[in-house]
């Protein structure tokens, strides 16, 4: 799911970047390097939680929801309640547990400049954003046979 973060945290200028660094008051490199790491665990751990059918079967449901599209294309929605609350949702399923999430957090804030606790804050819209490139991405030329 390396085109997940191509899109998403490929530069320091890509949309989501930009924005997340503006709402949570980060710099741009250092919101990219976080992000990416971010985007990597989550990658594998959406790609382990599809090696048993109701893993499969609840990253597929969850794909299927369109409503997530709406964070690539409304800025404004990055950091919403609404938001937050997705993104948490999503971490609870793909990490399990908040102390595997706050590793997550740890390990992106020695990759950046940004501390554990800020990018905790971020990772619920992180989360958001991925699920919402993966839609989107799952929308394109395989959507006739879903």
């Known amino acids: 799911m390396n085109f997940i973060k191509d899109k998403l945290a ?3 200028d890509s949309a989501a970047v930009v924005e997340l660094s503006r709402v949570f008051g980060t710099d741009p490199a250092a919101t990219q390097a976080a992000f990416a790491l971010v985007l990597d665990e989550i990658s594998r751990r959406m790609e382990r939680l599809t090696l048993s ?3 499969l079967a609840d990253l597929v449901r969850a794909v299927g929801d369109s409503h997530h599209e709406a964070y690539l294309k409304d800025p404004r929605l990055i950091g919403s309640a ?3 609350r997705d993104g948490k949702a999503i971490l609870d399923h793909v990490f399990w547990s908040k102390d595997r999430s706050r590793g997550v957090a740890a390990r992106a804030a020695r990759q950046s400049s940004i501390s554990a606790d800020q990018i905790e804050d971020m990772l619920p819209s992180m989360a958001a954003l991925s699920m919402a490139e993966l839609t989107r991405a799952a929308s394109g ?5 879903l």
Request: charged share 30%; no cysteine.
């Open 10 to 12: 490929g530069s320091p």
């Open 53 to 55: 059918r109701g893993g």
């Open 82 to 84: 609404t938001m937050e």
């Open 141 to 145: 030329p395989f959507d006739d046979i």
